[in-house]
Nanobody
Framework: QVQLVESGGGSVQPGGSLRLSCAIS????????LSWFRQTLQAPDKEREG???????????YYDDSVRGRFTISRDNAKNILYLQMDNLNPDDTAMYYC??????????????????WGQGTQVTVSS
């Protein structure tokens, strides 16, 4: 079992920055991929959108085109924390952000159905 707890969300003006954190506990050695997803309140029935992903083994990092160059995913293995640095935020980034973990590489990194473990989410609101 893996437990994930996000923090760091909040309200920010367009062009601002936020850093999300995800505390990871439990069977951390079993984790193959850690990713950030987001879901807007305006589309609750829409599948969660993959934002960024990092592999536990190797140096693989992936971003959705909508955030590449603005967001940075990283992991502190000593502290078991996953980060998402978000810069130059815009209103389209407003969403609930979730940390997710999977123990097998089944399917694409941005397919939420492939992840067994999820955090409770942290809200990010970008508005002037």
């Amino acid at each position: 079992q893996v437990q994930l707890v996000e923090s760091g969300g909040g309200s920010v003006q367009p062009g601002g920055s936020l850093r999300l954190s995800c505390a990871i506990s439990g069977d951390t050695a079993s984790i193959y991929t850690l990713s950030w997803f987001r879901q807007t309140l305006q589309a609750p029935d829409k599948e969660r959108e993959g934002v960024a992903s990092i592999w536990s083994r190797g140096a693989n990092i992936y971003y959705d085109d909508s955030v590449r160059g603005r967001f940075t995913i990283s992991r502190d293995n000593a502290k078991n924390i996953l980060y998402l640095q978000m810069d130059n935020l815009n209103p389209d980034d407003t969403a609930m952000y979730y940390c997710a973990a999977r123990t097998v590489a089944a399917g694409t990194w941005f397919a939420p159905r492939g992840y067994q473990y999820w955090g409770q989410g942290t809200q990010v609101t970008v508005s002037s």
